[in-house]
């Protein structure tokens, strides 16, 4: 239990960059962890940066951006990142499915842009990581190589994520999910 207790963070919340030129940032992640990416954007080779998100399913009447790629790049804008180097590539609303419907927008956004893209590195939160690095590998490669990119969570420290209600509810949620992504063809 205490080898499962210690190892099932760092086994979900992978870092494994690739070289590339290009980072995707899921649009769903907080402030912090945006103001993080745009920190590793500089410190590497990158030329672009490319949101992905479904639609804002809360106050949406309310709100100037209805997708959270369009609004995590809008925050990436409103932080000083450079708008040239940026692009916002929305999803459409799914119920189920949701990273794939990202993978796939990315996808077919690529297959129109003008960039010729061979490698990505994903930048994601935490334990999400490894499940959403399976399924943009899946939908994306062999075409394009595909790193990630792990941010750590600021709700509770991931090396005693046991002794947060957060903690645990997000690593149970993750372990399950990534049991689950592991019977699911992402391919197609």
Not at 2 to 22: C, G, M
Not at 60 to 72: G, P
């Amino acid at each position: 239990m205490l080898f499962t207790l210690n190892t099932i963070y760092p086994f979900l919340a992978v870092n494994s960059p690739v070289a590339a030129d290009v980072m995707v940032v899921e649009g769903w992640i907080p402030d912090y962890a945006i103001k993080d990416a745009i920190a590793r954007f500089q410190r590497g080779s990158y030329n672009y940066l490319i949101t992905t998100g479904l639609p804002v399913t809360k106050g949406y009447y309310l709100a100037e951006y209805n997708n959270f790629a369009e609004l995590t790049a809008a925050t990436f804008i409103t932080l000083g990142f450079n708008p040239e180097q940026l692009v916002a590539v929305p999803a459409p609303n799914v119920i189920k499915h949701r990273t794939q419907a990202s993978a796939i927008a990315l996808r077919e956004w690529l297959s129109t842009s003008e960039l010729e893209v061979k490698s990505i590195n994903l930048y994601s939160l935490g334990p999400h990581a490894r499940r959403s690095w399976i399924i943009f590998k899946a939908v994306l490669e062999p075409k394009v190589r595909v790193g990630v990119i792990a941010a750590e969570p600021q709700e509770y420290d991931p090396q005693q994520w046991w002794q947060s209600s957060e903690g645990v509810r997000t690593m149970i949620g993750e372990a399950i999910a990534y049991l689950y992504s592991l019977f699911v063809d992402w391919h197609t």
